[in-house]
């Protein structure tokens, strides 16, 4: 039996091995890699890891069932899903530059439906996928070992040595620092590992600490953000505002990143047009978005708000009161519409731009584009309306307005996303070589952006189609007392990143015919400083009623002309972990300290001082950022609350049925929204880590008929305090794109006991109060 499993252990080495060296060679050829030999040779490393530990896991469970025949093929399977989802993975990697992870699974279905029909391709290297299991099992037929228990024994110790070695060595390599890791490990890892940060409590001191640290003007415990608005106007010497208010335009660009678009970019820009424009433009050269994908952008411009646990966006039931630059100018007169050249439904962008008040959201739906006769470049990949002929229809549908109202618009393109489609894609990447062969950049440079012909070329085409789109909008009488707002939502994830930063790296600039005067500005910015810098701006001329309080995380723009660094922002990764905080001139990512200069580049620093100081806030302000979204805390209500329900109820739980009410009621009239206040203890056999799955499920639902309105289940927070300690638990109900809650909608608030083992679950309910905004 040991002769066996030394064989299977000896093959699989191999046979992952030599999976890896042929992902690495997949990798080379779509990315550029400085030092592959490096990189395969840490690989090797962590394949010999990785085979060590996987070794001390089904070693006992083979020899204790050696008897039973499934015992090799079960051992077998295990073997081959892991050198499956080894190469899945590098396939993956190859397209995003992550590795595969828990990210998987944090897609509801429809949101999973959008991005496999809108953005998968097949590629024929996709076939090689059924290649190291077929490696593996010839590696057994033809394999012969020598000393069968020395190796085994090999094995064992390669495993124990792998834990004390936390299963990998890494070297720090911009976006290739994770590659050579197991995918398998990596992977499981990412669904087990705690999801929240290191605090879970989040007590006063914590509150305090994350106020004073970020910013002394917070000093409401109750709602941790809110405070005094910033009263300085740091865009108004630049503006010559007219008497009517000016339209503000968010032109959102995917992809577009200061390392590869602008006057000084880092590395070669392919965006000749939008850096023509910079030249008369409020340019920002040092800005970042707040998270590595598009789902934080739309929160951060328009709200400066708060990633809260998945993302702002991500709350089909409803948003938590929340007061955005967006909202203060729809109150005060102003228009808006959506326009997005995908599906809006994706990480819920419709439902956020809803609820902020926008009149219409146009996106790929709402253009029929597949009944327009619209087409990309290869008719049959169905991805979206390609960017030239997106702005035209922007165009088209700002000739119907039908009032003089100001507007604020968000446009956002997608035409610089994968799988880098466009139309005239021959033209535009011989464009792309052009520009690499004229450009001053370095070869080593140049050697890496040949790698990425398919995708600068979209910079290119996107650049056509904004030079268009101005050239058309310049005579349009709006144009003249319009304020452009042009960024990018993040980097363009799929081109290999130098350092941990870049990944956030957004153009920025601001153009107008109502500027007065240009200038580049050094200071740091971010997403979040442009509501309360266009909010002073605007409130300072126009006779607006200023929000004298916010709960806005960023800043009015530090328009410095020489660098410096005085912001605090917490990034959210594409897998909705948080890992990454900057405070004022120091970057803190993934435990590496970084000092920030100018251009964002970033200095390795040895300050142990520095580095707690940073770790304890990152992990206070997830918490923070997650407690003020997922309770309702970001601002106080400035209607007039009526109580529409109370109850009080002892629950006690077992295996003799699924469901348990805590509150079942008809709505009397329409609302807009409908507020809870849970308070609660527990007692029993609770788990406390939260989700468990054994523990009940606390739910709310709303009902019309027998139609489903929303459904949704609650973090119950388990570990925060001891079971037995009350605390409160705030939620709502409001009306989306989807649903307005209407009179007789029927509410119920229930324990689903899902597991229905024979446990006892107790539930104290002192009250559970339901409140909601009296109707205008």
């Known amino acids: 039996m040991i002769k066996h499993l030394s064989s299977s252990l000896t093959s699989f080495l191999i046979s992952l091995a030599l999976t890896w060296s042929i992902g690495l060679i997949i990798i080379s050829k779509n990315h550029y890699l400085e030092d592959v030999w490096t990189t395969w040779f840490y690989g090797i490393i962590n394949v010999l890891l990785a085979v060590g530990f996987f070794s001390l896991i089904i070693s006992p469970l083979y020899l204790l069932g050696r008897r039973y025949k499934a015992t090799r093929i079960v051992t077998h399977l295990i073997f081959c899903a892991i050198l499956t989802l080894e190469l899945i993975s590098i396939f993956y990697f190859s397209i995003t530059l992550t590795l595969l992870d828990n990210t998987v699974f944090l897609f509801s279905f429809d949101q999973a439906n959008i991005i496999v029909n809108n953005y998968f391709v097949f590629q024929w290297i996709y076939l090689l996928l059924p290649l190291p299991s077929v490696l593996y099992f010839i590696g057994i037929k033809f394999v012969t070992l020598r000393n069968d228990n020395l190796i085994l024994y090999s094995f064992l110790a390669i495993g124990i040595i792998a834990i004390f070695l936390g299963l990998k060595v890494e070297k720090d390599n911009g976006s290739f620092t994770n590659i050579p890791e197991n995918k398998t490990i990596h992977f499981i890892q990412s669904i087990y ?325 240009t200038k580049t500005f050094k200071g740091t910015n971010s997403h979040l400083d442009i509501p309360p810098s266009f909010h002073n701006l605007l409130s300072e001329k126009y006779n607006y009623p200023k929000l004298d309080s916010v709960s806005w995380l960023g800043k009015p723009f530090d328009t410095s002309a020489t660098f410096q660094s005085n912001r605090d922002v917490l990034f959210m990764l594409n897998n909705r972990k948080v890992r990454d905080i900057l405070h004022k001139e120091y970057y803190l990512s993934e435990g590496r300290l970084y000092k920030v200069g100018d251009r964002l580049q970033l200095t390795a620093w040895e300050d142990e001082e520095k580095k707690e100081l940073l770790s304890q806030l990152l992990e206070v302000s997830t918490l923070v950022h997650d407690k003020v979204v997922s309770q309702n805390i970001l601002i106080s209500y400035k209607k007039a609350l009526k109580k529409i329900n109370n109850v009080s109820k002892q629950i006690h739980m077992n295996n003799k049925a699924e469901f348990y009410n805590i509150t079942e009621f008809e709505l009397k009239e329409a609302y807009e929204e409908v507020l809870f206040e849970l308070n609660i203890s527990f007692s029993g056999d609770w788990k406390m880590e939260d989700p468990h799955e054994e523990n009940p499920i606390l739910v709310y639902s709303a009902m019309r008929g027998d139609s489903t309105l929303t459904w949704n289940k609650l973090d119950l927070n388990l570990q925060e305090s001891p079971l037995s300690e009350e605390r409160v638990i705030n939620f709502l109900i409001k009306n989306t794109i989807d649903f307005e809650l209407q009179k007789g909608d029927r509410i119920t608030v229930y324990f689903w006991n899902k597991a229905q083992l024979k446990q006892n679950y107790e539930v104290i309910i002192p009250s559970l109060t339901v409140k909601a905004p009296r109707p205008n």
């Open 193 to 517: 590992k705690s999801q929240q940060p290191k605090l879970k409590i989040l007590a006063n001191e914590h509150i305090d600490f994350y106020q004073k640290t970020t910013n002394p003007q917070l000093q409401n415990s109750t709602y941790p953000l809110y405070r005094k608005n910033d009263k300085e106007n740091p865009l108004g010497p630049f503006f010559d505002l007219k008497e009517s208010p000016p339209n503000i335009v968010f032109l959102i660009v995917e992809g577009l990143s200061s390392s590869f678009s602008g006057p000084d970019a880092d590395e070669i820009s392919y965006t000749p047009f939008l850096d023509s424009l910079a030249q008369h433009a409020l340019y920002f050269d040092n800005s970042l978005a707040t998270s590595e994908r598009s789902f934080a952008v739309l929160p951060s411009i328009l709200g400066s708000l708060p990633h809260g646990k998945k993302g702002f966006t991500n709350n089909s039931s409803g948003y938590p009161n929340n007061e955005t630059l967006a909202t203060w100018l729809i109150d005060n007169g102003y228009t808006g519409n959506f326009h997005f050249g995908g599906y809006a439904r994706f990480d819920y962008m419709d439902l956020f731009i809803n609820d902020q008040g926008f009149s219409n959201i146009y996106d790929r739906k709402e253009y029929n584009y597949e009944g327009t006769g619209l087409k990309t470049s290869i008719d049959s990949i169905p991805f979206g309306i390609p960017d030239k002929q997106f702005l035209k229809n922007v165009l088209e549908i700002n000739n119907t307005r039908k009032n003089n109202s100001p507007f604020i618009d968000v446009y956002l393109t997608l035409s610089m996303h994968y799988p880098y489609i466009i139309e005239e894609h021959e033209r535009y990447h011989q464009m792309v070589e052009t520009t690499i062969k004229n450009s001053s950049a370095n070869e080593q440079i140049k050697k890496k952006h040949m790698k990425y012909i398919a995708e600068f070329a979209t910079f290119h085409y996107t650049d056509d189609a904004i030079k268009e789109y101005f050239k058309s909008q310049q005579s349009r009488p709006e144009h003249q007392n319009t304020i452009y707002v042009i960024l990018g939502d993040h980097m363009m994830g799929e081109i290999a990143q130098s350092s941990a930063i870049e990944k956030y790296r957004s153009a920025l600039m601001i153009y107008s015919p109502l500027l007065k005067r």
